[in-house]
């Protein structure tokens, strides 16, 4: 069971907008704002999307966009374009001793 | 650009030493801002990290297999490696080799490694 909860599946239409939630505990994603979101297309390494609750990298389209609110942090995508589908992990930092903690994934279906 | 890249066996039998080295391109790691890190994914499953480390050699490591990984770096080479003994076949995973940002703390994983696939059998 991964330490941060994730819908295991969202869809949406093209042009539509969706949410995924990312809920920890007050020692990962309450606690601090190093949240980052990451997405993962099948047979290839994950992409930084978000770092720092709502941070782009250079290259991320502004149709991507982070959140936080209490033990639960958030990515928007609006405007969904076909190549979003993917899966999408959020990650956060934590003061236990584990460092880092990742949520089990959840894959995005574009209709 | 910067670019990081995997290499290693594909194959490691049970009890054995799984070992792995990122080659570091397209920059130094050397650099004060970031720490190394690995992570690896069993096949159809989430992501895990293993740990991380400083160009000083420091090291952050996830308790749940603390006892069985080394993560070192050779600056001169612009490498980093891992290795986790005493491998089962649960370890079989794509093992991912990236830079992790630090503000604080190592924070974000920004570049990563193609992967690479190391099946535990005999």
């Known amino acids: 069971q991964s330490a941060l909860t994730q819908p295991a599946s969202v869809s949406g239409s093209p042009g539509q907008s969706i949410t995924i939630s990312c809920t920890g505990t007050?020692?990962?994603?309450?606690?601090?704002?190093?949240v980052s979101w990451y997405q993962q297309h099948p047979g290839k390494a994950p992409k930084l999307m978000i770092y720092?609750?709502?941070n782009r990298p250079s290259g991320v389209p502004d149709r991507f966009s982070g959140s936080k609110s209490g033990n639960t942090a958030s990515l928007t995508i609006s405007g969904l374009q076909a190549e979003d589908e993917a899966d999408y992990y959020c990650?956060?930092?934590?003061?236990?001793?584990?460092?880092?903690?990742f949520g089990g994934g959840t894959k995005l279906t574009v209709l | 650009q910067l670019q990081l890249q995997e290499s290693g066996p594909g194959l490691v039998k049970p009890s054995e030493t799984l070992s792995l080295t990122c080659t570091v391109s397209g920059g130094s790691i050397s650099s004060s801002s970031y720490y190394w890190g690995w992570i690896r994914q069993p096949p159809g499953k989430g992501l895990e990290w293993i740990g991380s480390?400083?160009?000083?050699?420091?090291?952050y490591y996830n308790p749940s297999l603390k006892s069985r990984v080394t993560i070192s770096v050779d600056t001169s080479k612009n490498q980093f490696s891992l290795k986790l003994s005493s491998v089962t076949a649960a370890d079989t995973a794509v093992y991912y080799c990236?830079?992790?940002?630090?503000?604080?703390?190592?924070?974000?994983?920004?570049?990563w490694g193609q992967g690479t696939m190391v099946t535990v059998s005999s």
């Open positions: 720092e609750v709502s």
């Open positions: 990650s956060s930092y934590t003061s236990s001793s584990t460092l880092v903690v």
């Open positions: 990236a830079r992790h940002m630090i503000v604080v703390v190592p924070i974000a994983f920004d570049i």
């Open positions: 007050s020692s990962d994603v309450g606690g601090y704002n190093y």
């Open positions: 480390i400083y160009y000083s050699g420091s090291t």
